[in-house]
């Protein structure tokens, strides 16, 4: 019975180490795929401060323009994505008021949980 044992106990030695081996290939694969996607990134020439500029949407709002929001109606029981959006609006809890820049970004936000706030144009 020993010898039976001391069989299963090879096998079972072999079988680790051919696992061993295996998960050793892929991280090294892993790892050149991380290297020459950093290459590829590296030689990518920088864009100018120029033509980052030209890229964004001009805004719509002039300088200085401002809203008033108010959170009027509580977020308990609401889509989380609209908790989010009244979060990033600046808003905390019901009756606070923030004033926001008037530009399209915060007219969306604004429309997306309109059913919670109040908008005051300044």
Same mark, same amino acid.
């Given at each position: 019975?020993? @010898?039976?044992?001391?069989?299963? =106990?090879?096998? %079972?030695?072999?079988?680790? #180490?051919?696992?061993?081996? #295996?998960? $050793? $290939?892929?991280? @090294?694969?892993?790892?050149?795929?991380?290297?020459?996607?950093?290459?590829?990134?590296?030689?990518?020439?920088?864009?100018?401060?120029?033509?980052?500029? #030209?890229? =964004?949407?001009?805004? %719509?709002?002039? $300088? /200085? =323009?401002?809203? &008033?929001?108010? *959170?009027?109606?509580? *977020?308990?029981? @609401?889509? /989380? &994505?609209?908790?989010?959006? +009244?979060? /990033? *609006? /600046?808003?905390?809890?019901?009756?606070?008021?923030?004033?926001?820049?008037?530009?399209?970004?915060? &007219?969306?936000?604004?429309? $997306? +949980?309109?059913?919670? %706030? &109040?908008?005051?144009?300044?």
């Amino acid at each position: 019975m020993s @010898t039976m044992a001391n069989d299963d =106990q090879k096998k %079972v030695t072999k079988k680790k #180490a051919t696992k061993k081996t #295996a998960s $050793k $290939k892929t991280a @090294t694969k892993k790892v050149a795929k991380k290297a020459a996607s950093k290459q590829a990134a590296t030689k990518k020439a920088p864009a100018t401060p120029s033509e980052s500029e #030209a890229k =964004q949407a001009p805004s %719509v709002s002039k $300088k /200085g =323009q401002t809203m &008033r929001v108010t *959170l009027v109606k509580s *977020l308990i029981g @609401t889509i /989380g &994505r609209h908790r989010a959006t +009244v979060r /990033g *609006l /600046g808003l905390r809890h019901v009756n606070h008021t923030v004033e926001v820049e008037d530009s399209p970004a915060t &007219r969306g936000m604004v429309n $997306k +949980v309109n059913y919670l %706030v &109040r908008v005051e144009k300044d």
